[in-house]
């Protein structure tokens, strides 16, 4: 696997891209043209996934693990893609120098008339969940991208009635945004009316396939079932409004993920049998510090901290396990382990997570109680922190630096879910996608946090079934401009990252190892080639290699490795250069003595029909010596340029013969000069 990882804006997303490309470069997959359609899908994944963020203009608000299958030939026969936790809040509301996600400005700019007039679309500063933040990005053409889309979905074999309809959804989503609603008391009871974007309704029923009335109802009322009866609860302004952005967000979300399953259904594998391995590539999102951070922030610092985890213990962890195995003694390298974070976010029962879904299951939970739990649980723990001037505030010391969460609508974005009777309404629609993104999304009442946590722990179990590869993603400066340097920046990513100490441990211990076999394989050439070697020793083999090459002490001989560090590598790798280059020599010497020896006997070879060529005095035996002659890679005897000169000869001669025939029929007393200037020649 490779794992890319850095913080948001590193260019993760960029070299994840790469890395594809060039998988498809080297592999390829034949006639069936599966590359292909992998790369295809970046330009769909990206206009519904990423957005701009503070810190990226094409940030990645969702996750992916790529992994690319390979035939026993070694080419791609197949690919799969995971997504994780999808930024849903995103929808609804973003920064003020932030945007929405790329295809909603895509469709208002890159459609034609026609498309928008049936869509409905317009400017996106017409749309409220679009004007709420930036509505242009510097660099980015979004009609042209959308072009890009469009073709990504034809290559991926998505019918034209399909597009059709996720275009529909994608529209019906901003027209829910200018839904508003307004509250009034009635019997003392509050209920919320549409006032404004009473069109938009209408507008969305239509996109949707849905019954006008039934989705005003929905948007405004309640259904709850109490001993047999269902009773019509009226909803306040503040409810309505949380409902709406709920379709929005879910139905966004789900339409997502029918992207991502018809993604993989086009590139999936024919033939099972055919997979033999796999190079899975993790794209996901980097650890991120914003001025509010949410619940989504939690998950996805969350997510970079199992990660750094999983680098620990490849780099250190495995490091040490393999100088034990070997029997070498090493000094072992301090690093910072960052269970203790993992354990305040997972741990069963006393974990954030799980402390959060404990609040939810409360008749009546609240951020404000979650946050007087979790103080009191975790006040002692040096990891956390409570903000002593804002109570619904806490800090949690990541590897990558102090974050500060604001508990505010935890428990609401934990839920995750639509009411009942919002379900009901929408797998009622008459649009078949509707319909099927509606039925295919799961049914099951689990909140977010745990969803996230099991997909977590099935990439982790993934990941650490592979032979993990990392890319660390360095942002050089804030400012998102090219070829500026900021070294404070750089290097406390670099010490965040874990890098410094993988350096370290490399240094300190043994970076270059071989099998005994591999090193015997490697180093032997440095004894000659007429050197008698101990037969069934290969230990006593890398032995002499050492003592030859003068490695004994720096190089440490394990039970199964030969390990050595990087002043012993440069001095043996010499050995070997020089063994190599002395063989080389010996190589020319020989080839050049048999291609001169081959050479001459062909000139040999070539004389005698030079001279019976010149014997008969004809330019067809002349040319066909030339011939041969051409054919001598320039090596050119004697008798090569004398031919050259006789079939000069014999062309001059055959000009003035032909002259002095057409001189025949005339006068002579008039043509003596000609004559005597021809003899002459």
């Known amino acids: 696997s490779i794992v890319i990882s850095g913080e948001s804006g590193a260019g993760k997303t960029e070299c994840t891209k790469q890395a594809l490309q060039y998988l498809a470069e080297v592999a390829g997959s034949g006639d069936s043209n599966i590359e292909q359609k992998i790369l295809r899908a970046n330009p769909l994944l990206e206009a519904y996934g990423n957005a701009k963020t503070v810190r990226n203009n094409n940030s990645s608000r969702f996750g992916k693990y790529v992994e690319i299958f390979f035939t026993g030939y070694g080419r791609i026969c197949g690919a799969s893609t995971t997504n994780y936790l999808l930024e849903k809040s995103r929808v609804v509301s973003c920064g003020e120098d932030e945007r929405n996600y790329h295809i909603f400005f895509q469709m208002c700019r890159g459609m034609d008339d026609d498309q928008k007039k049936t869509l409905h679309l317009s400017d996106p500063k017409d749309f409220k969940y679009l004007s709420k933040g930036l509505t242009t990005v510097k660099g980015m ?6 072009e890009q889309v469009l073709d990504a979905m034809n290559q991926l074999h998505l019918s034209a009635q399909q597009i059709s309809g996720i275009l529909k959804i994608t529209a019906a989503i901003l027209h829910l945004g200018n839904v508003t609603f307004s509250e009034q008391t009635v019997k003392g ?35 709850i079932k109490s001993r047999g009866e269902v009773m019509h609860i009226p909803l306040s302004k503040a409810d309505a409004e949380q409902v709406r952005d709920a379709v929005a967000k879910h139905v966004y979300s ?31 999102f980097g650890f991120e510090i914003f001025r509010i951070n949410s619940f989504e922030q939690l998950c996805i610092n969350y997510t970079n901290e199992k990660l750094q985890q999983l680098f620990n213990l490849w780099t250190f962890k495995k490091e040490e396990e393999l ?39 409360m008749p009546r939970g609240s951020d404000q109680s979650y946050m007087l739990k979790i103080s009191k649980k975790h006040e002692k723990k040096k990891v956390f922190k409570q903000n002593k001037f804002n109570k619904m505030n806490f800090t949690v010391s990541h590897f990558a630096g102090d974050v500060e969460y604001s508990t505010q609508g935890f428990l609401f974005k934990n839920k995750d879910r639509l009411t009942e009777d919002i379900v009901d309404l929408l797998t009622h629609s008459n649009s078949a996608l509707l319909m099927e993104i509606v039925s295919k999304a799961s049914s099951s009442k689990e909140t ?19 032979e993990p590869h990392y890319i660390r993603c360095i942002k050089p400066n804030k400012l998102k401009a090219p070829l500026v340097f900021h070294g404070e920046m750089v290097l406390l990513q670099l010490q965040y990252s874990g890098v410094f100490e993988a350096v370290k441990i490399r240094k300190s211990g043994f970076p270059f190892r071989h099998t005994h076999g591999g090193f015997y394989r490697r180093y032997r050439c440095s004894l000659g080639r007429d050197y008698k070697w101990p037969e069934g020793d290969i230990k006593r083999c890398c032995r002499i290699l050492l003592k030859h090459m003068r490695q004994e002490e720096g190089a440490e001989i394990g039970k199964f490795r030969i390990l050595y560090r990087a002043n ?86 055959r000009r003035i013969l032909e002259s002095l025939k057409d001189l025949e029929s005339k006068d002579p007393e008039k043509i003596f000069k000609e004559y005597r200037r021809l003899f002459e020649q």
């Not at 977010?448 to 079934?465: A, D, I, R, V, Y």
């Open 141 to 146: 053409d979004d009609a042209k991208e959308f």
């Open 189 to 223: 009871i509050v209920t919320s009316s549409i006032v404004g974007g009473g069109k938009s309704v209408g507008i969305i029923a239509k996109l949707l396939d849905l019954e006008e009335k039934k989705l005003a109802n929905g948007l405004t009322y309640r259904d």
């Open 448 to 466: 977010l946090g745990k969803k996230f946590k099991k997909q977590l722990f099935s990439l982790m179990k993934t990941l650490n079934n592979t």
């Open 254 to 284: 789900m339409l997502f993920d029918w992207i991502v399953v018809h993604v993989n259904q086009a590139c999936s594998v024919d033939d099972e049998g055919q997979k033999k391995n796999s190079i899975g590539i993790l794209d996901i």
């Open 323 to 361: 100088y034990a195995k070997e029997e070498i003694k090493f000094e072992n390298v301090g690093y910072s382990d960052n269970q203790d974070v993992l354990d305040l976010i997972e741990k069963k029962r006393v974990g954030l997570m799980d402390m959060i879904d404990e609040e939810i299951r």
């Open 568 to 653: 012993e590598h440069r001095t043996m790798e010499l050995y070997r250069n020089l063994a190599i280059e002395n063989t080389c020599l010996y190589i020319q010497r020989v080839y050049r003595g048999h291609m001169a020896r081959k050479r001459k006997n062909q000139l040999l070879a070539a004389r005698p029909k030079f001279i019976a060529a010149m014997n008969t005095r004809t330019l067809v035996a002349i040319d066909k010596a030339l011939t041969i002659a051409d054919g001598l890679l320039n090596n050119q005897i004697l008798e090569v340029d004398q031919v050259k000169a006789y079939k000069i000869l014999l062309e001059d001669e």
